[in-house]
């Protein structure tokens, strides 16, 4: 049976190799996010920044870039993703990257620049970027109650 949990890009040691994730698994994931873009052409990550930033609405929405909040705006929300660029993460642990994305709140047409780390909703990126599936039109969801270490699992619904 396949474990379907996923955990946060700053799990533990311990919450990775509880996953089960070995270094060919990851190795796999690795040259599948060498294919995504870059943020920025630098590692500062300034365009992906200016990006969240040119797009607040108000501001409160100023400091988005800098906020670990993520999706959890979005949470239950249909969002059309429309690009991803990848971010070196400062976590040694997941898999070292985290993503900026694109994206448009479907019913209102708001634009979204916004980080996200959660390793399950990078992976399902990754992988729609690789399947040239994007723009993809997805619901983020948060598990109801935490996994035994405290983390909240997120996954992307992705629309029919």
Known sequence: MTDTRTVDVDASEDEVQEMGL?????????????????AGGDESGYEGILAAIAVAQDPTELDAPWRSEGLQRYRDTPLVITGIRRMPSDYTTGLGWYLMLEAVVKDTGEKVATSVGSLGV????VRAYNLDALPLTVTPRRSKKPSRRGYYAWHLEVSR
């Open 22 to 38: 070995s270094t060919e698994v990851l190795g796999q994931w690795e040259s599948m996010l060498m294919a995504v873009p870059e």
């Open 122 to 125: 990078v992976a399902q990126l």
